[in-house]
Nanobody, 120 residues
Framework: QVQLVESGGGLVQPGGSLRLSCKVT????????MAWYRQAPGKQRALVATITKGTNTNYADSVKGRFTISRDNARNTAYLQMDNLKPEDTAVYYC??????????????WGQGTQVTVSS
């Protein structure tokens, strides 16, 4: 069974930085796209950034120039470096990964979420 384990959330002051990690575990043949989403209180879950297996990236306009998504394919891990954080970045951040398992069955899995709070 494919599972995603997130870490790195916490409380940070405006202008500060955090780095989130998302490790994919289980029997995997390939991980294609990995992504980070976030959900603020009272709002729908929204896409933050995506990265393909070939490391092409895409960002929401609200985080361009401040957030950087990356991945380590050898470790089946994605990262989200968040700099110059703003109070409006406060949300639960979720990792998503899509790929294929041992028998080429597709998977599309989510992490449990990690809280990021930006406040003075």
């Amino acid at each position: 069974q494919v599972q995603l384990v997130e870490s790195g959330g916490g409380l940070v002051q405006p202008g500060g930085s955090l780095r989130l990690s998302c490790k994919v575990t289980g029997i995997i043949s390939a991980i294609n796209t990995m992504a980070w989403y976030r959900q603020a209180p009272g709002k729908q879950r929204a896409l933050v950034a995506t990265i393909t297996k070939g490391t092409n990236t895409n960002y929401a306009d609200s985080v361009k120039g401040r957030f950087t998504i990356s991945r380590d394919n050898a470790r089946n891990t994605a990262y989200l470096q968040m700099d110059n954080l703003k109070p409006e970045d406060t949300a639960v951040y979720y990792c998503n990964a899509a790929g294929t398992g041992l028998w080429n069955e597709p998977f599309d899995s989510w992490g449990q979420g990690t809280q990021v709070t930006v406040s003075s």
